[in-house]
């Protein structure tokens, strides 16, 4: 191979190389803390009081079961502390199914109302990807020029606190 046959093979070699990242640098991309923008959303706030009540709720019937459970276990009475205990798991457990169907239902629209926004606010700045900045370990570097999280506050109507 001659020399300007290697040196045409190596240009084209870089040339396929540096492609790639030609691409890339033509992308837009953003971040975003949707962390951020759901802790300033007032109707999120509302929704946690209303989880917060229901664990509160049955907070008082859970602490009845502990202490007849304590008090089973100080007399020896050890049917009546498994019937309890038992009881004290399958309660555990249905209360956690509560509150977790609830939350669902109260942050679901909560976070598509955000999903939303964040699409708006991408797709009128042009960028090809929005990255969660929450999201640390898959972040290596972020510019705050690309941070879009204000915009998406005043898209939802919220303002910077």
């Known amino acids: 191979m001659s020399a300007l046959q290697r040196s045409s093979t190596l240009f ?24 951020q923008i759901l802790d300033s959303m007032p109707e999120m706030a509302v929704a946690k009081v209303k989880i917060d009540s229901i664990g509160k709720a049955y907070n008082i019937e859970l602490q009845e079961l502990e202490q ?7 007399q020896g009475n050890d049917d009546e502390a498994g019937r309890l205990q038992l009881r004290l798991y399958k309660f555990k457990d249905a209360v956690d199914s509560e509150i977790e169907a609830k939350s669902d239902t109260l942050f ?20 090809s990807y929005v990255l969660d900045s929450k999201y640390d370990a898959l972040v290596l570097y972020v510019s705050r020029r690309s941070d879009i999280t204000a915009e998406v506050k005043k898209k939802l109507g919220l303002f910077a606190k």
């Open 68 to 74: 007849r459970f304590d008090l089973a276990v100080k």
């Open 12 to 35: 084209i070699l870089f040339l396929l190389i540096l492609n790639p990242f030609r691409v890339l640098s033509q992308n837009k991309i953003g971040t975003v803390n949707s962390d």
């Open 108 to 127: 679901k629209p909560i976070r598509q109302k955000v999903s939303y926004a964040i699409y708006q606010v991408a797709k009128e700045g042009k960028y």
